[in-house]
């Protein structure tokens, strides 16, 4: 592979998972990953996604809320969905695009019930996490991820 590698982090929304994803790998590993994230739906960012960001030093306020559409034609070399719907509905994509699953649990889901907003950030933090920890196994662990 010359160059960084072009990788897209698919989600239901885009406006959690996949732009913490997008976030963390723009912060990490943008010296060998060109990363993007999109939606097969448009729900805008995830205030309490773009917060617990910041709480760690990545500002993804810039990010917007994608379609997948919009990369219908872009060269991509890995499409990690990041949820299950996602790994569901995600389109075939030409050329030698790779589509793999790593699946995080949904922060919004989660807390949905919950009334105290130290135990939601709670939620959205051990996810931030669990999202950073894995984008520091980029790129080597995509030819093999399948969880």
Do not use: K
């Amino acid at each position: 592979m010359s160059g960084r590698c072009r990788v897209l982090f698919l989600c239901t929304g885009n406006s959690c998972r996949s732009q913490m994803a997008e976030g963390w790998t723009r912060r990490l590993r943008r010296d060998v990953i060109e990363a993007f994230s999109a939606g097969v739906a448009t729900h805008g960012l995830n205030p309490r996604a773009v917060q617990v960001m910041q709480e760690a030093g990545v500002d993804i306020t810039d990010q917007r809320s994608q379609h997948i559409d919009e990369f219908a034609d872009q060269p991509l070399d890995f499409v990690v969905t990041v949820c299950g719907d996602a790994a569901e509905t995600c389109p075939v994509f030409p050329g030698s695009t790779t589509v793999v699953h790593h699946g995080f649990d949904d922060p919004p889901a989660l807390t949905r019930d919950l009334d105290d907003d130290d135990a939601i950030l709670a939620v959205y933090r051990r996810v931030r996490d669990e999202i950073r920890e894995y984008v520091t196994t980029l790129p080597t662990s995509l030819a093999g991820d399948s969880s």
